[in-house]
């Protein structure tokens, strides 16, 4: 396996890069010996109170001619040779070292601090070295944040225990790589974390990917509902930047903010000067998506109130005929049915003649005479002094488009309550 060798600048940015053979076992124990580790921080910004959090603290390897080498290849190279727990306790000195400086001079700064579980097992496990080089530099346990890779590990309960001691001293766990390969959902519950990390593989292209767009909001989503904070993770561009506070990030790191770089205090004013124009974007952005959908919603209500005069005050054995002339009328509707105040469907579901042929075969529209009585819609409009009820967006399972539903109550000619139900189709 070949290295790249990276050669930086004193405030971290990358000069030039060359290959080299891998390293040698002599060459790492020299690392080891002389403790020839270069630490770079990379600044973490919370979208809610507009500032620098705390940063990520990175490594490097360092060579006699200047070079930095990077620290996958530092930890495949101690994997090979068994070397692993001493590359990594080595590496969690320099960096608290370092942060140490920034500690003292802003004692609410935290540090996200990746632990290499891979060699986790119960032998391990209670150690207390972590600790005692918390107590060395005087940093306290809550401003710690333990990045773990959970997948590392195959010791399951090692790991499990590995956390649950050190959140129970005090520290913050982060999952780290969330929504890669190596992610294992089954964990979560298990380790309960305070942070989950979202990939740079999400967030890259997320302002055309619609199925990433989903993904993110839907770890979000998870994060929020277990108690979890959500750090986009590898945020290049500004879009990027926005679209993941749109989607619920609460923490952002990447180099769109700023690189890893040598850090001798807390010095952050860039940073957060693009954290604050991003979210007057993000304040212009959400102004002018409510008002799309306001005026969406009431394009699909005026629809809806065209068809509810053609039904009101009609006879139920002419509502098939009714719906049957009105769904090639707007082009925005995608189904449309009616459901009796018992829940039982009443007319078919009417789509359009151009579009049956192309259904899938996993979808089926509901039929006339099935029941509906466990729609939310129809609970929510019978049992409620509600007139009208609008879903989320979801997949049509009458026509596998993605669509929302406009349900409104309405009396007919023999003074029984029934619910028009209208799906209009969306964009992603």
Do not use: W
């Not at 490594?59 to 080498?69: M, N």
């Not at 802003?106 to 207390?128: H, Q, Y």
């Not at 989903?214 to 986009?232: D, Q």
């Not at 000619?413 to 969306?426: A, E, K, P, Q, S």
């Amino acid at each position: 396996m070949a290295i790249v060798y990276q050669l930086l600048s004193s405030d971290g940015v990358e000069l030039t890069a060359r290959t080299d053979p891998s390293l040698s076992l002599s060459a790492l124990k020299e690392i080891l010996s002389d403790e020839k580790i270069v630490v770079h921080f990379q600044s973490i910004l919370s979208a809610h109170n507009h500032s620098v959090i705390g940063f990520e603290g990175l490594v490097r390897g360092k060579l006699p001619g200047g070079g930095l080498i990077p620290p996958i290849s530092l930890f495949n190279s101690a994997k090979k040779y068994g070397l692993t727990l001493e590359l990594d306790r080595l590496c969690r000195e320099k960096i608290l070292a370092n942060f140490s400086n920034i500690y003292h001079l802003n004692s609410r700064s935290l540090l996200f601090l990746n632990l290499e579980t891979s060699f986790l097992s119960s032998e391990i496990v209670g150690s207390g070295y972590l600790l005692n080089q918390l107590t060395k530099h005087k940093v306290p346990p809550a401003n710690i944040i333990i990045e773990i890779v959970e997948s590392r590990t195959n010791d399951t309960d090692a790991l499990i225990r590995f956390v649950n001691n050190y959140r129970d001293c005090g520290l913050n766990i982060a999952l780290d790589d969330m929504g890669t390969g190596h992610s294992n959902f089954d964990r979560i519950p298990l380790l309960r974390p305070n942070i989950i990390k979202i990939d740079r593989s999400i967030i890259n292209e997320i302002d055309t990917n619609y199925f990433k767009q989903e993904i993110f909001k839907s770890l979000t989503n998870l994060s929020r509902n277990i108690g979890a904070l959500t750090l986009a993770e590898g945020v290049e561009t500004q879009k990027e930047a926005l679209l993941c506070i749109e989607y619920g990030a609460d923490l952002l790191q990447g180099y769109y903010f700023s690189k890893p770089k040598y850090l001798q205090y807390a010095e952050n004013g860039d940073e957060e000067r693009k954290l604050k124009d991003i979210l007057l974007s993000f304040r212009a952005r959400k102004i002018d998506i409510v008002s799309a959908k306001l005026f969406e919603n009431n394009r699909y209500q005026k629809i809806v109130r065209q068809i509810l005069q053609g039904l009101e005050d009609q006879h139920p054995v002419v509502f098939d005929n009714i719906l049957r002339e009105t769904i090639e009328a707007y082009n925005s509707v995608d189904a449309l049915y009616i459901v009796d105040d018992d829940g039982i469907q009443i007319t078919e579901t009417f789509i359009k003649k151009d579009s049956k042929h192309l259904i899938n075969p996993l979808f089926r529209a509901v039929s006339k005479n099935e029941s509906l009585s466990y729609k939310e819609y129809f609970y929510q409009l019978i049992n409620t002094d509600l007139q009208k009820y609008t879903t989320d967006r979801y997949i049509s399972f009458a026509t596998g488009n993605l669509c929302i539903t406009l349900s409104h109550l309405f009396t007919g000619n023999d003074n029984r309550r029934y619910i028009l139900c209208t799906d209009f189709l969306v964009n992603n």
